[in-house]
Structure formats: structure tokens, C-alpha cells
């Protein structure tokens, strides 16, 4: 009866460590089968929301639901719920092999020697590391371990594994490539990932829905395209690092800022009043040139190559930084002078609005 | 500039330090192959023999000096030893074990574990003697001298798994417990192998400490002796350089002790070495 509730069910998460409130009523709903970004910045209480649902912590107040049974109050190795660590936590006194096996061969009971055999020798494959199975931890890459770390997880066949940011401590290249394992993986066995990243694209690229967490409470729970595009919250819209985010207030069809009153195209219900506009949506201008849409004069301050796009900043008169992206994709890079004085513009409609 | 002065001055303090902690041995050494059984314990060598060796084991013909009464008290010494050693470590990777998660009251608890070491030994072992007495309990090497003997090494062997738990990554066993292992079979299969070097120095620690042991053993162990107590019962008599011998003995046996904890330490660390690079790719 209970598996007929296909799913992974938070409701009111508490968690305190003395003063501080590291999750301040949780509540969640995981399908079966999906893979979730849990995206929050450092503090936001990512990592203890993941282990009160592993049950390394109990929460003060709330309860864990998988599959329709309650699991609250159960020792972690009796939820069938699989943790890949952020520092991956191999075995280090064992080799790769022993490491994948570890699961089944110290289960309350454990499946017969040619299963274990037969399921571990599977498991090695998908992830990859056929050959590697004699070596200890110690003589293989990060992404390898990283793989023996999955691999040990999935061969037990947990039916939600939570991710602590596993790719965290891979280089940029790994990451991609892990990125892409991560979801063949999932789309071969079928299992509900929730997978923490202080990382937005990763969590924009990565997830079927992406959860923003902010001080411990949940602040968007949503597909990547609409948190991309309709973030709930000026919080939200700094997470994602794709925005300007500006401050002042909304008065009518205007938001009024330091720089004068700004046009906007959508607004989002929030109690924080701020003004979001896209880095890849603003073009620069000189000074003299003509009015069009939303205008900011500002001050130019620098630039970032990053390869495929520019980053440039610059000043607005009260101090406040804004970032244009510039896709080199579209020409060739603008050169632009140190201290000159520019104009940004943008169409009302790309901006949005929070009040 | 500073190191010119400062090494060779550091150079005569190291090699004071060895003289003084070797000289004794050595002499004791020398001393130990004087000619038998005429020969005393002090210089000049008659002649070199090993007389002396060979008197221990009772293989010279009957003199005026009588074979040293050690060999029961050398397995009373060694069993309590390894008793004491079997006790302390296990107490002491439970305790330290618990202090990982603080609980109530455990800064009391830590100093009254710890206060063991720094009451004076003569004090504990006459308050055991008298407690035994007047509850009417006989004294015996493996009952009241077992008792101050585990009560003096598991501090010891408490503060070693204290500082080796200390420094133990429990993300592990977090892992195992995820991968559905049960806490138990999880501190056999992963916390038990991982501490190994810590539970050997915490073993070496206590059974050294109580094969040696004195001033407690002299009240709490009754009537028949352990080694230190027997080697300091026949300094009441008169000296021979079979002590000497005997003493060479035992140390080449602490020696042999120490050469096993070395290739079992070198074997433990040579895979926590692995598990360090891990850490530092992580």
C-alpha cells in the first residue's frame, strides 16, 4: 500500500544547531524519478536539509516521508537512501572493487556471493572503471573516485540519493563529463535524484526542477526556465547570477531608483522591491547617443574575457555595480575606455520587477 | 647566523640526551658478561663470559649465588601486562568513542578519567591495599594490582584514541550507514580498521606502562610478585651481574615488542597514507 505513494514527501523541517536555525520549516515534494537541484548560497542550510533527509540529523520539528512511509525517526542505514559525500568518504582501506560491494556484502542480508558478484562487475561497468577493480582508492583520479563514490551508492539500488555537491571538487572538464554520467545514469535506473549545488548552472542545467533555498526556507521551487526567467524573489535573482539587480521602490507603472524612474515589462508579487534586467539583455551606448527604451548613464570600470563572452562592469552613480554580458558569438569584442562615461539601454519588457 | 651557534648546541644537547637515556644500559651491558661466578657487578672486567646468561637459565653447576626467582614472576608480569593492555584499550576506544558527541557532563568525566594519571601511583596503590582490606578482599596480581593497573593506563590509552577520533573524518561511516550497514558491523568494518594505529600505540602504551608498573603493584598485588617487584627484592640481598643479564634480556624483548608495533604501524600507515592523498585530491 505504501508504495503506491510514488513519492519523497518534507513537511515543516525544523532544524536547529543552538541559536542558529539551519531550516526553518521545510516543506517538499519530491516525484519519482526526478532529478532536483537543491541550489542555496553557503549558510542557506543545503547540506543540513540533505542530512536530516539521510538521517545523519534529526530535525527539532517535522517529518520525512518516502514512498509513503515515515521515516523521521528511523537509523540512517534502514531508509534505503543513498548519500554520495562532497569529499566522496571512500573506504580508504579498500580497494575499488571492495568499495562498490561494500553495500551489499555488509547488508543485514546480503544477497548470495554470485549476485554480489554479478551486480558489483555490473555496476563497475556502467560507471566506467571496468579494469580498476583491484586498485586501492588511493591510486585513482578525483573523477575516478568520484565515479567508485556513485558507483558503491547505486549498486545497492537506494530508490532517492542525495547528492551533497559531488562534482564540487572535480575540474572543470570533469564536471562536464560527470554532469552528463550523472543523468544517463538516472535515465538507465530510474531513481529520484536531489542533488545540492552551490553552483547555478549546474542546478539550471542539471535538474528537472530546481529548488532555491534561502535562509533555511524554501524561496522557488520551480522548472529551470521559469526560475530563470520569473525568479520569486530579488534573493532568487542574485542566486541565479544572471541579474542586476537594482534597489528602489515601485510606484505605479514605474519602478524609482537613484537613476531615475525605470520601465518594466513583467512584475512579480514579493515584498522586497527591486528592479532585475538580464546581464545578456543590456546593450552599451556612448554617451550622446539617442534615447531608447530604459536608459542608466554610468561610468565604465572593467572588463572579464571568459572565452565565449565578455563581462563588463559598470558604475551607476550611486556606487552600484552593473554587469553587461556580451556573447562573442554576436561580433567581435568592444573595446570600451576606463572612466568614460557610457549609457546603458534596455527594452522595457526585458525587465522585470519585484513588489 | 643564529644556526651556527644554535646547532651545535643543539647537537651536544641531543647527544646528552642519548648518552644519559643509553649510558646505563650500556653499562649494564658491559657489565652483564663479567666472568662467573666469582665476578661482581662493577668494573674492571676479570674476563668476558657469558656465565651469566647461561646462570638465568640454570645452565652452570650450583654456586653460592642462588638462580633468580623471576620466572614465575616474569609470566605474573607478562599476563598481567596483557591483561591490563586488553582492558585499557578497549575502555579506551569505547570512552573516546563516546566523547565524540558531547554529552552531559562529559568536561567532568574527562577530568576524572584523566585525574588517574596525575594521582601519585604510591597513594593509589596503598588506597586499594587498605580498601581490599577492611572489605575483606585478598590481594592478588590479577585482582587488586589488575585493578590499579587498568585504572593508571586508561587514561593513557583514552587520550591516545581521543586525539587519533579527533582527527577522524565520520563522513565514512555516515557513508556506510547510507549504504544500509547497521552502526555495529559499520565501527567493525570501517571505524575499527581506519583508528588500527591509534588502538596500537594506545596497546603498546598500556602494556608497557604495566609491565613496568611499581609503586602501585608494591601494595595492591599481595603476596606474589610481579617482575619489578622481584628484581627489587633481590637488590635487598646482594647484587650479581645476573641481574645485569637478566636486564639485557627483557630489554631486547621490549625491543622485539616494539619492532612488531613498528611493522604493524608501518603496514596501517602505508594505507592511511593512501586515504591522506585521497583528502588532498578531495
Known sequence: MAETISNISLAGIVKRYGDVTALDGVSLVLDKNEYVSLLGPSGSGKTSLLRVIAGFERPDAGTVTVFGRDVTNLAPHKRGIGFVFQNFALFPHLSVYQNVAFGLVNADTPPPADEVRRRVTEMIRLVGL???EGRDIGQISGGQRQRVALARTLVTEPRLILLDEPLGALDANLRMRMRDELRNIRERLGVTFLHVTGSETEALAMGDRVVVLDRGAIAQFATPDTIMNSPANPNVARFLNRYNVLLGELRGDAFVTAYGDLAYGKRIESSD????????????????????????????????????????????????????EHHLGKGRMPEYRSREKYKLQWKPEDAIVFG | MESRVLKPVLAVYVGLFILFLYGPFIVLGILSFQQGPEGGPQFPIIEWSTYWYRHIFGLTPPSRVAPLPFGQSLIRSLTLAFMTMVTSTVLGVMSAQAFRSKFKGSGVVFYLIVLGMMVPGVLTGLGTALTANSLGIERHWWSTAYVTHVVYTFPFAFLVMLAILNRFDSSVEEASWSLGVPPMRTFRKVTFPLIFPGVLSAMLFAFTLSYDEFSRTLFASGRDQTLPLAIYGTFAVEIHPNIFAFGVLTTLFSFSLLTVYAILMTMSVRRAGKAAIQEDIA
Open chain 1, 130 to 132: 571496468t579494469g580498476l
Open chain 1, 273 to 324: 522591491g527591486a528592479y532585475g534586467i538580464r546581464y545578456d539583455r543590456i546593450a552599451v551606448v556612448g554617451e550622446t547617443a539617442p534615447s531608447a527604451g530604459v536608459e542608466v548613464p554610468v561610468t565604465f570600470v572593467a572588463s572579464e574575457y571568459l572565452g565565449s563572452a565578455v563581462m563588463y562592469f559598470f558604475e551607476a552613480a550611486d556606487g552600484h555595480i552593473l554587469e553587461v
